[in-house]
Antibody, heavy 121, light 107 residues
């Protein structure tokens, strides 16, 4: 069974840092691209970042570029999101999601349960 | 960047109704579109990908259509468990934006 379990969320002051983790199981992690998607309280989904299976291709939303860094450790079946210079508007539930398929068949087919990040003084 | 606009943002319907949600892209994205369902406090769930391909395990009352800039998600006969928020996402280019969501509530 595919499982994605996020951790590392919490309360952090503006300007602070946090590292999120996503532990993957039930599939060959090293074969899949992965994404981070966030959702501010009461708001819609916002795509944050994407990393290819071998970390060769990495993309970010403009809202986090230069502050967040996505990475992965295929030996540990884990995905990470290092978040620096955090702002109040980064407050959200952060989901990791698996990318399935290629080309037109690309989709986010499995999602974790999410971890809440609150940026407040 | 490609923008996605969903309509309506809010929809009130009854069990058994046929429901259609539209997603418009600011430029052509072929069929690089997926639809997700999200219930309160839960992670999104994939319903449709490649604009019209039903994800395994999703009931056949859900269907998707369209290509280019206009797409629709249709629920042929709304069931109690379908009351949720629905999002489209484009996977043609980065950033992989989502639409703003359509909340389907009980009439």
């Amino acid at each position: 069974e595919v499982q994605l379990v996020e951790s590392g969320g919490g309360l952090v002051k503006p300007g602070g840092s946090l590292r999120l983790s996503c532990a993957a199981s039930g599939f060959t992690f090293s074969s899949y691209s992965m994404n981070w998607v966030r959702q501010a309280p009461g708001k819609g989904l916002e795509w944050v970042s994407s990393i290819s299976s071998s970390s060769s291709y990495i993309y970010y939303a403009d809202s986090v570029k230069g502050r967040f860094t996505i990475s992965r450790d295929n030996a540990k079946n884990s995905l990470y999101l290092q978040m620096n210079s955090l702002r109040a508007e980064d407050t959200a539930v952060y989901y990791c999601a698996r990318v399935r398929g290629s080309g037109i068949a690309n989709r986010l087919d499995y999602w974790g349960q999410g971890t809440l990040v609150t940026v407040s003084s | 960047d490609i923008q996605l606009t969903q309509s309506p943002s809010f929809l009130s319907a009854s069990v058994g109704d046929r429901v259609t949600i539209t997603c418009r892209a600011s430029q052509g994205i072929s069929s690089y579109l997926a639809w997700y369902q999200q219930k309160p406090g839960k992670a999104p769930k994939l319903l449709i990908y490649a604009a019209s391909t039903l994800q395994s395990g999703v009931p056949s009352r859900f269907s998707g259509s369209g290509s280019g800039t206009e797409f629709t998600l249709t629920i042929s006969s709304l069931q109690p468990e379908d009351f949720a928020t629905y999002y489209c996402q484009q996977l043609n280019s980065y950033p992989r934006r989502f639409g703003q969501g359509t909340k389907v509530e009980i009439k």
